[in-house]
């Protein structure tokens, strides 16, 4: 039965990747560095072909066309400028003599919206691929409405053969709204990573009343700390009123593997978070979900994309609030200028090898930050929940 999964999961991805090789497009469209007023739309073409990109508003409005710039290894960067605050454009590229379908995204300036965030898709082979767990993943998050943007916590792939499998199994997600990207320690070096995403390893952009801060955790392998650190102080000044941090490592984790969680960017970090009021920072690496709140900061482990489920800790660090193992899903946060309130959404239980969909509507707990008179919801109307996955 497991040779028979793994050789359907190998069509699939097989057939899903001829048609887009047929079409001269192997990855993408993907929308990157989105602001209000511009974007980048990524993708990778056979050979060195390039192309452009066609774009207009939903509401009407002028056809206007970019073409592309090319990178090593057939990805292709369009930028777009001069667009609306808070206008949604569909788009489509050509490549060579081909033509995507239509495609969209949403620029930022709304003062509300919904993004999601979610990481670790990397598959595991031979035992599984990304199509037979992430894309349970990604299929559910598919289904949400008006995603503005959403931000993958990293290992996007486990090793450079993954990329085509990413692309095709995310594919859906990605073409309609805006990738925020993390780098992971499985996704390459520091050039590779700007080269797929278009983006440096740490950056950071408003989106209404939310700002928001990607850092890099690789220190082992690339990043440079000091010259990181003192950046993060300066951009953490912001006056927008929401504030969150996403970078790959968890500074606190009750993964068995690395007791407490990574040390090394708790202490190099933390305080820098909570004297700056941010309202959450969100990481992956460890492949469960956790929740931690400590000195006003909520820290949430999100690495449950499709990588291989990780079994926690009996012991827990400081400030320990939830966990969930053996289970897919992803965060859904709606933003406002009062809160941020997020929905831990589980998508698949795994026991051992065996797969198990959640319904639709499951809701493992809801959070508002700031806390106001309630944070935390055990149970909400309308919502499915299933206590006995709580820890």
Known sequence: ????????????VALLLIQTVSAGIVWGP?????ASDSAVVSWKATGETGG??????????????????????????????????????????????????????RTFGDPEFT???????????????????????????????????????GDFVCDDSEW???FAVAGPVLRNTTLVPVAGNHDGTAEEFTRIFALPPYYSFDAGSLHVTVLDSNDRAWADMPTQTAWLKEDLRSPLPRKIVAFHHPPFSADRSHPGGD???????????????VDAVFSAHTHAYERYSVNGTDYFVIGCGGAPLY???????QGYRMGCEGTLGYLRARVSPESIIMDMIPVARVIEDEVKLYPRGTVIETVRLPPGWWSVFPSVAGVTRLPELWR
């Open 1 to 12: 039965m497991k040779r028979y999964c793994n050789l359907l999961a190998t069509v699939t």
């Open 30 to 34: 993907y929308v990157t560095s989105t």
């Open 52 to 105: 452009w990109v066609e774009y207009t508003p939903v509401e009407g409005g002028e056809t206007r066309r970019v073409p592309s710039s090319g990178t090593e290894k057939g990805i292709q960067h369009a930028h777009l400028s001069e667009l609306s605050p808070a206008t949604t454009y569909h788009y489509r590229v050509v490549s060579g003599n081909e033509t995507t379908g239509d495609c969209r995204f």
């Open 115 to 153: 993004c999601i965030i979610y990481g670790d898709t990397r598959g595991q082979k031979p035992l599984f691929t990304q199509t037979e767990r992430h894309r349970l993943v990604a299929e559910r998050i598919a289904e949400e409405e008006e995603i503005l943007f959403l931000i993958h916590t």
């Open 164 to 166: 085509d499998e990413f």
């Open 263 to 277: 040390l090394a960017i708790r202490g190099e970090w933390a305080d820098i978070f909570s004297e700056n009021g």
């Open 311 to 317: 079994p926690l800790a009996d012991e827990k660090p």
